[in-house]
């Protein structure tokens, strides 16, 4: 009796994107005014003053970003490197993630499955406040 080989699942993928509009209740063009080229971010993290909705008391640069595979039901776990306060979680259905900045040296790693997506953030400028 012959084993059947079955064929190897189509290997995930991570697609990152600006979102538009609002995020955490505040435009996105209030916080950055960012591109993103597959992995490489460039642009400017804009500093602001007051941001509640992130968390009580919250100023600073921040980065939004959009996973598709996020808002299809897909499990994409997220992890900031050299962070001050949260720096790692799971994308909830919106595929919305926004995060502190203090450093462009930081990188954001987005996982899906086996895959792995590292954002370079060496080409964002933090605006000083």
Not at 24 to 31: E, F, K
Not at 35 to 43: F, L, M, P
Not at 78 to 88: I, P, T
Request: aromatic share 4%.
């Amino acid at each position: 009796m012959q084993k059947l080989k079955l064929p190897k699942p189509a290997p995930k993928t991570v697609t990152i994107n600006v979102p538009e509009g609002e995020v955490l209740g505040v435009d996105v063009s209030t916080i950055q005014d960012i591109e993103i080229n597959d992995t490489k971010v460039t642009g400017n993290s804009k500093f602001v003053e007051n941001f509640p909705q992130f968390e009580k008391d919250a100023k600073g640069n921040f980065l939004a970003i959009k996973c598709d595979e996020a808002t299809k039901g897909e499990t994409i776990n997220w992890e900031l490197s050299d962070y001050q306060k949260v720096g790692s979680g799971t994308l909830d259905e919106d595929g919305i993630l926004v995060v502190k900045l203090h450093s462009n040296t930081q990188k954001i790693t987005l996982r899906n499955g086996e895959t792995s997506k590292v954002l370079d953030l060496t080409g964002v400028t933090l605006d000083e406040g």
